[in-house]
């Protein structure tokens, strides 16, 4: 009957104040303090937060801890492996195998070995790791740029949105006057009831824009704050300033070495590369069943001998090779093998749809931007035109030359012209930053 070996209270007492002074430093250390909602907000910003707390890059950043310790397995195999083993048996004496006969045996013994051959299937599994690692890597880059688009984008649209609050209270502001004026006229006789029914309709109709971009306004800080990872309160509770403006800076751009930049730095393709190249080697690792596997072992060993005493327990070294050959195994070699090589084509494949795709991407991505760039252009004309033609609407109606409605018709055209440009501007910063993902780049403010 086997039963195990109990350390007496004092060992354990000593092993469990071994194991808490070995404790990590981080386990007692206190927690960090929260984040301070700052009181303005400017774009390097919301995208440095979002490089340290967006779930997203964060759930990436523990893919590559996890394909670390996987490198960490594989290569165990490649270096010697030592254990220790120990067993005490209490027994009846006619049971015993020694002479003299003893109620009681032990054994120590420590093992150390060492793979010699194993076909090829250690360094080509050790090589498939380290290569798995870098497709993580490569993932990391790959949703850092995803992430940041969408901040950007995120960002961009509360700027846009914001723009088109003002857009609306300037048109407001604008009907209002245009309101004081008729009631001016009605009230000195000079307008019917009509002019001035129109122009007090006109103001509560610019009402319901105004609401809907402020109420969009408020969505898109919330989205916003989805994309950063901000899960503090204060996101809630306290708004902060959202710095800058959407501006048109022109750039150049050429569409085939935005072909080659892409198919260069786009870390997805890269990554799929890498994974192509564990394939092979994952191959070369199921093949290596195929073949005998070869280990050095050696140890020392302490036995029990004729009395229970230590001093007569032979002890000794022992040094030997040891192998093992799965000559049939019921074709599960064939199995794994073909398993891994078709993994291996479906990775293939994936690399070239993904060229592909990357290629249609950069080809919609350079068309937005060219479209982007013409009504960006567009717009500013559009603007100073309306507002002139606004200012002689307003002169000609004060002349008696112009109605009433050609007076809200332009101006009606000039919020038009506005909320176009802020909105092609708009498109212009998204259309830039999705052309830059499309090549592969990571964001300007990462990159610089």
């Not at 982007?372 to 559009?382: I, M, N, Q, Y």
């Not at 007076?407 to 930053?433: E, G, H, K, M, W």
Request: net charge neutral; hydrophobic share 40%.
């Amino acid at each position: 009957m086997n039963s195990p070996v109990f350390s007496s209270p004092g060992r354990c007492a000593a092993l469990l104040l071994a194991a808490l002074a070995c404790a990590p430093a981080a386990l007692a250390a206190p927690p960090a303090p929260p984040f301070v909602m700052p009181a303005s907000l400017d774009l390097k910003t919301a995208i440095g937060f979002a490089l340290e707390h967006n779930f997203a890059i964060r759930q990436a950043r523990e893919r590559i801890k996890q394909q670390d310790g996987v490198v960490i397995e594989v290569t165990a195999r490649a270096i010697p492996n030592v254990s220790a083993a120990a067993g005490y048996q209490h027994n009846d004496k006619e049971l015993s195998s020694q002479f003299p006969a003893s109620d009681r045996y032990w054994s120590v013994s420590l093992t150390a070995s060492q793979v010699l051959f194993a076909g090829g299937g250690v360094r080509s599994s050790m090589r498939g790791a380290e290569l798995t690692r870098e497709a993580a890597l490569l993932d990391l880059r790959s949703v850092i740029n995803e992430a940041l688009l969408s901040v950007r984008a995120v960002y961009f649209n509360v700027l846009l949105n914001r723009e088109k609050i003002k857009v609306q209270e300037q048109n407001l502001e604008l009907l209002q006057q245009q309101l004081k004026n008729v009631t001016n006229r009605f009230d000195a006789g000079t307008v019917s009831s009509f002019e001035k029914l129109r122009a007090e309709v006109a103001v509560a109709n610019a009402q319901v824009p105004l609401i809907t971009a402020r109420n969009d306004y408020r969505l898109s800080i919330e989205s916003l704050r989805l994309v950063l990872g901000f899960s503090n309160d204060a996101f809630v509770t306290t708004t902060p300033d959202i710095l800058g403006t959407l501006e048109y800076t022109p750039e150049k751009y050429d569409l085939q070495a935005a072909f080659e930049t892409a198919r260069n730095d786009r870390p997805d393709l890269q990554r799929l590369t890498k994974l192509t190249a564990a394939g092979e080697q994952t191959v070369t690792s199921a093949r290596a069943n195929y073949y005998p596997n070869l280990s050095l072992v050696g140890g020392w060993q302490l036995r029990k001998g004729p009395t229970n005493s230590f001093g007569d327990s032979p002890d000794g070294w022992l040094l030997g090779l040891q192998s093992q050959w799965a000559i049939f195994d019921g074709r599960a070699t064939t199995g794994r093998v073909a398993q891994a090589r078709s993994v291996l084509e479906q990775t293939r494949l994936s690399l070239t749809q993904a060229q592909l795709a990357a290629e249609v991407e950069v080809r919609r991505s350079f068309s937005s931007w060219q479209e982007a760039t013409e009504l960006a252009d567009a717009s500013r004309k559009v603007v100073a035109q309306a507002e002139e033609a606004v200012r002689l609407a307003t002169a000609r109606y004060d002349a008696g030359t112009a109605t009433q409605l050609d007076v809200l018709q332009s101006q009606v055209d000039l919020t038009t012209a506005r909320t176009n440009q802020v909105q092609a501007y708009y498109n212009y910063n998204i259309a830039v930053a999705t052309l830059r993902a499309a090549m592969g780049q990571s964001d300007a403010f990462v990159s610089n």
